[in-house]
């Protein structure tokens, strides 16, 4: 039997650990390979760990053309290839 999933309620602490959602986690997580779980605990982690925060784009603004053709050709091809 499927359990239905947890929704946000704006009037719940977001920091609380909902013992429905825990034990729905736990279930579900039983239910996964070595691999899988592994998987779901670096989900888990990057989802509570702070994202890097970056700079605006007007303090970038002094960069702009100061690159070469040449060399932007060359960065955009190495993004490209990934």
Same mark, same amino acid.
């Given at each position: 039997?499927?359990?239905?999933?947890?929704?946000?309620? #704006? *009037?719940?602490?977001?920091?609380? $650990?909902? +013992?429905?959602? /825990?034990?729905?986690?736990?279930? %579900? @997580?039983?239910?996964?390979?070595?691999?899988?779980?592994?998987?779901? #605990? *670096?989900?888990?982690?990057?989802? $509570?760990? +702070?994202?890097? /925060?970056?700079?605006?784009?007007? %303090? @970038?603004?002094?960069?702009?053309?100061?690159?070469?053709?040449?060399?932007?050709?060359?960065?955009?091809?190495?993004?490209?290839?990934?």
């Amino acid at each position: 039997m499927v359990q239905p999933r947890w929704s946000p309620c #704006a *009037e719940e602490d977001a920091t609380m $650990v909902l +013992p429905a959602v /825990k034990a729905q986690i736990l279930s %579900d @997580l039983d239910q996964l390979s070595l691999e899988e779980q592994g998987r779901a #605990a *670096e989900l888990v982690h990057r989802l $509570v760990s +702070p994202h890097p /925060k970056g700079v605006a784009g007007r %303090d @970038l603004l002094r960069f702009a053309r100061t690159l070469d053709p040449a060399s932007v050709r060359e960065m955009r091809e190495a993004i490209e290839e990934g």
